[in-house]
Nanobody
Framework: QVQLVESGGGLVQAGDSLRLSCAASGRAFSRYAMGWFRQAPGKEREFVASILWSGGSTYYADSVKGRFTIARDNAKNTVYLQMNSLKPEDTAVYYC????????????????????WGQGTQVTVSS
């Protein structure tokens, strides 16, 4: 089992950057596929980015591609989400998720692929 704690959220202006961190407890972090999701008020939770075990394969939602970067440091049991050129529509609670099951890469875009979730961190982007 793994516990996830997100940090790094806050209130920024459009065009600014933020880096979210997700610290994982437990063993064998490198065996978990990791994902970031977000949920805006009144909307469904949506996929943002995922990174597979070795960190060599990353995937992004079209809405963040080219602006956000997911990365992991397996030695620190941490996954990051670097968010640049933030827009007001990026405002949401951002959640970190972990999966220790093996699926096709595309399936990690689905929240159902993940067994463990953090509590979320609020990101607010003002115009």
């Amino acid at each position: 089992q793994v516990q996830l704690v997100e940090s790094g959220g806050g209130l920024v202006q459009a065009g600014d950057s933020l880096r979210l961190s997700c610290a994982a407890s437990g063993r064998a972090f490198s065996r978990y596929a990791m994902g970031w999701f977000r949920q805006a008020p009144g909307k469904e939770r949506e996929f943002v980015a995922s990174i597979l075990w070795s960190g060599g394969s990353t995937y992004y939602a079209d809405s963040v591609k080219g602006r956000f970067t997911i990365a992991r440091d397996n030695a620190k049991n941490t996954v990051y989400l670097q968010m640049n050129s933030l827009k007001p529509e990026d405002t949401a609670v951002y959640y970190c998720a972990a999966s220790n099951k093996y699926y096709s890469a595309s399936y990690y875009r689905a929240s159902a692929a993940y067994d463990y979730w953090g509590q979320g961190t609020q990101v607010t982007v003002s115009s």
